[in-house]
T-cell receptor, first 113, second 113 residues
């Protein structure tokens, strides 16, 4: 039973436009969420996170939105650049303890020049 | 500060053999987690070690085992390899708590023939 779901395996976007990657979770105990980016032949790298006490967190071109009632979060990349082409993983966890993040299956983003 | 290192980067084994993978965490990180990544399955959590003790365990058979040394370095062992064990094995280190960012190594690509 997948507790973190990324229902779009892939997304294709034109350079300069907005990329929106979605993630849904089922476990209401999750209160901390992270996005990781992964290039081929490399390990995932941390991108941005959000705590459940917030509904938005911004870092440069990357913004994560959290809708707790819908158990949904999304990552917005504006403007998208070809270098953003990678697999993006959403992860959810519980704060304050030794909890391991649960990862989604990833969304492959391709940004066309 | 040096990142997470994993050795070897690539490995080819045959069915029935065993394999040992190594991970050196970021200096000062005491938590080391292991993940298996296969196409379409995202990151599947194997186990986490903290202060030489297995603290969390995923749903993998007993053929998968690990350990952590006093310097926080960790090893993962897979015995009686099966074709389905072919995957990218990722190691991640963090300070301690669930909401702390995990830093991933580049992974070991294991191919079982």
């Amino acid at each position: 039973d997948q507790q973190v779901k990324q229902n779009s395996p892939s997304l294709s976007v034109q350079e300069g436009r907005i990329s929106i990657l979605n993630c849904d979770y089922t476990n209401s105990m999750f209160d901390y969420f992270l996005w990781y980016k992964k290039y081929p032949a490399e390990g995932p790298t941390f991108l941005i996170s959000i705590s459940s006490i917030k509904d938005k967190n911004e870092d440069g071109r990357f913004t994560v939105f959290l809708n707790k009632s819908a158990k949904h979060l999304s990552l917005h990349i504006v403007p998208s650049q070809p270098g953003d082409s990678a697999v993006y993983f959403c992860a959810a966890t519980r704060s304050g303890g030794s909890y391991i993040p649960t990862f989604g299956r990833g969304t492959s983003l391709i940004v066309h020049p | 500060k040096a990142g997470v290192t994993q050795t070897p980067r690539y490995l080819i084994k045959t069915r029935g053999q065993q394999v040992t993978l190594s991970c050196s965490p970021i200096s000062g990180h005491r938590s080391v987690s292991w993940y298996q990544q296969t196409p379409g399955q995202g990151l599947q959590f194997l186990f986490e070690y903290f202060s030489e003790t297995q603290r969390n365990k995923g749903n993998f058979p007993g053929r998968f085992s690990g350990r952590q040394f006093s310097n926080s370095r960790s090893e993962m062992n897979v015995s009686t390899l099966e074709l389905g064990d072919s995957a990218l094995y990722l190691c991640a280190s963090s300070t301690d708590r669930g909401e702390d960012t995990q830093y991933f190594g580049p992974g070991t690509r294991l191919t079982v023939l």
